[in-house]
């Protein structure tokens, strides 16, 4: 074969080759999906104390008892569950402080914080104790975290809170007729939370 010839061929390789690496295309569309937004829910609560103290026993004697209602209120976009728990300090007298947490609403409106002049309770008798009473036992063995904390309620598997909705809790303290509370003290800070679950 002539040497003419073999360059020809070869040549001819090289275009067939570099051919077959490239793609045309004759047609071609697109489409797409416009508008697309995203944002996340929100879980809020909130009461009505305006940072003032709930519940205050001073000086106190055998049977004294202290009792104050708190408005609490779900804003949140998303259905929560709420657990109420508090912080416990002091010297020793919450083991011989007797506290009662008692769910319910107010007939009329709710009167100024903590007056319970027109409280109503919840009609279910949650932990036997009464209508609407969620906890009844002394302040030292009131749950202390969330991971212990009383559902809210806490009889049939916690209810989903949702936007809107408000409860009023009635606390009442008693002092127990025991010496050996005499010169001691507690401090304590009561918590509803709510999580989205």
């Known amino acids: 074969m002539p040497r003419r010839s073999v360059l020809v061929?070869?040549?001819?390789?090289?275009v067939v080759t570099i051919a077959g690496t490239q793609t045309w295309?004759?047609?071609?569309?697109?489409?797409?999906?416009?508008a697309n937004s995203f944002a996340s829910g929100s879980v809020v609560l909130?009461?009505?104390?305006?940072?003032a103290a709930l519940l205050t026993?001073?000086?106190?004697?055998p049977g004294a008892t202290d009792t104050g209602c708190i408005t609490v209120s779900y804003t949140?976009?998303?259905?929560?569950?709420?657990?109420?728990?508090?912080?416990?300090?002091?010297?020793g007298l919450a083991a011989y402080l007797d506290l009662k947490v008692t769910r319910g609403s107010f007939s009329g409106g709710p009167p100024a914080?903590?007056?319970?002049?027109?409280?109503?309770?919840?009609?279910t008798d949650y932990v036997g104790s009464g209508s609407g009473v969620i906890y009844n036992g002394t302040l030292l063995a009131y749950p202390d975290d969330y991971a212990t904390a009383t559902a809210d309620p806490?009889?049939?598997?916690?209810?989903?809170?949702?936007?809107?909705?408000?409860?009023?809790?009635?606390?009442?303290?008693t002092l127990q007729d025991n010496a050996a509370a005499k010169s001691k003290t507690a401090t304590q800070i009561f918590t509803w939370e709510a999580r989205n679950t």
């Open 9 to 14: 061929l070869a040549a001819i390789a090289l």
């Open 46 to 51: 909130s009461d009505n104390d305006s940072d």
């Open 76 to 91: 949140g976009s998303l259905a929560a569950a709420v657990r109420l728990y508090g912080t416990t300090s002091g010297t």
């Open 154 to 173: 806490p009889s049939g598997g916690a209810e989903s809170w949702t936007s809107g909705e408000t409860h009023v809790y009635k606390l009442q303290v």
């Open 57 to 61: 026993l001073a000086a106190a004697v």
């Open 113 to 123: 914080f903590d007056s319970c002049t027109t409280f109503a309770p919840d009609a």
């Open 25 to 34: 295309a004759a047609y071609n569309a697109a489409t797409g999906n416009t």
